[in-house]
């Protein structure tokens, strides 16, 4: 993965002498290559119970909690990370999470809002989707980065369009 940064930061390094932190960073502008630690959040999951929102000709909005586990050594904080989600290779919708933050070999509980389209524009997918949900049955929904949504920043946007993950959507079972 590639990562561009900017801005204030802090580093915390480890060194013969123990851990050494560094505040007040000033970073102008910095690209910077991780190995493959970033392609772990392959692990998605929904917990099992989720709101739906609001429903009407526009489509359904969920508001469910995904579970995201970050086997890397980073941590990090993004203010908003939209996707877009897909099902049976037709797009149904978007994924939208603020105030991302993923601890470092952790789990973290995200609360999104999934802004599914009307059943009609999916030819089907989201009543699919809906119908696995309260049958019980776990499915997973592929998403991908949506850079372009509104109010996404321009610094993460190259990040976006790289991601492409899915989550498993466990089925209620009540």
Same mark, same amino acid.
């Not at 897909?86 to 149904?92: F, R, T």
């Given at each position: 993965a590639t990562i561009f940064a900017s801005g204030v930061g802090t580093a915390t390094v480890m060194t013969a002498m123990g851990e050494l932190t560094l505040t007040g960073v000033e970073v102008p502008g910095l690209t910077v290559l991780v190995p493959a630690a970033l392609d772990g959040f392959k692990h998605m999951k929904s917990e099992e119970v989720f709101d739906i929102v609001s429903a009407d000709a526009k489509g359904i909005t969920f508001n469910p909690v995904i579970l995201v586990e970050n086997p890397s050594i980073l941590s990090m904080f993004v203010p908003l990370m939209?996707?877009? !989600? /897909?099902?049976?290779?037709?797009?149904?919708?978007?994924?939208? !999470? /603020?105030?991302?933050?993923?601890?470092?070999g952790s789990t973290s509980a995200l609360t999104t809002m999934f802004n599914a389209l009307p059943d009609a524009q999916t030819g089907g997918r989201v009543a699919e989707m809906v119908s696995h949900y309260i049958s019980g049955v776990d499915y997973v929904l592929p998403t991908r980065g949506l850079p372009s949504y509104p109010g996404t920043l321009d610094v993460l946007k190259p990040s976006l369009e790289a991601v492409s993950t899915a989550c498993t959507i466990t089925g209620s079972s009540r």
């Open positions: 939209p996707t877009e !989600a /897909s099902l049976g290779g037709v797009d149904i919708g978007n994924v939208i !999470a /603020s105030n991302v933050a993923l601890t470092q």
